[in-house]
């Protein structure tokens, strides 16, 4: 609660979360995210935060400055409920958008890539166990089709939380997972890009 009325949004105010509250219960966060540079990206990004009860601020798009990895770094302002928060998050994720920061949570990058070959047969879990301790990232999402049964050839999209500037370095490490494994490697997979 604000107990400044002279206090203004942006500045830092007491609370459970240390969010500045603007009336009717709702807090101001800031997220930023990473958007391949193509036209309608944008409003792809916007449209997760607005159907999830989010109301927009401000938007600071710099087009000229690039990320490591060569997206356009966006920084929303916004304001929601803070049980809306992890919703609005994960719609964006849905939607194929690298979130980097969420308010005071720290994402760093993700990456997607797909993995072809006897992944039932070759022990899928341990693949994604050796993913996870030799690149040093997270698994946040996984799909798998095998429409020829787990015998089969099959195919895994995999969606992974890594430190930021270590995306290089953890293909590096899937690529070399992959060839243990006999599995090819389609990397990486960018922006909403499924496969």
Avoid: F
């Avoid at 990058?109 to 166990?129: A, F, K, M, P, Y």
């Avoid at 020829?148 to 992974?160: P, Q, W």
């Amino acid at each position: 609660m604000v107990d400044d009325p002279e206090q203004t949004v942006g500045e830092s105010a007491e609370s459970d979360e240390n969010e500045p509250e603007t009336d009717g219960g709702v807090r101001a966060y800031t997220v930023r995210l990473e958007l391949v540079d193509e036209p309608g990206e944008l409003l792809r990004a916007l449209d997760p935060i607005s159907n999830n009860g989010g109301n927009l601020l401000s938007i600071h798009h710099e087009r000229g400055n690039k990320t490591p990895r060569g997206h356009i770094p966006v920084e929303v302002d916004l304001e929601s409920p803070p049980d809306r928060l992890d919703d609005i998050v994960g719609a964006l994720r849905d939607a194929g958008v690298n979130v980097i920061q969420a308010g005071a949570d720290h994402y760093g990058e993700e990456i997607s890539v797909v993995l072809v070959g006897q992944l039932v047969r070759n022990d899928l879990s341990n693949t994604l166990s050796r993913i996870e301790t030799e690149v040093g990232a997270a698994v946040r999402d996984l799909s798998l089709t095998a429409p020829d049964g787990t015998e089969a050839i099959s195919s895994a999209r995999v969606r992974l939380a890594v430190d930021s500037g270590r995306s290089e370095e953890a293909l590096e490490t899937i690529r070399t997972i992959g060839s243990d494994k006999d599995l090819t490697v389609v990397e990486p997979l960018l922006g909403g890009e499924t496969a």
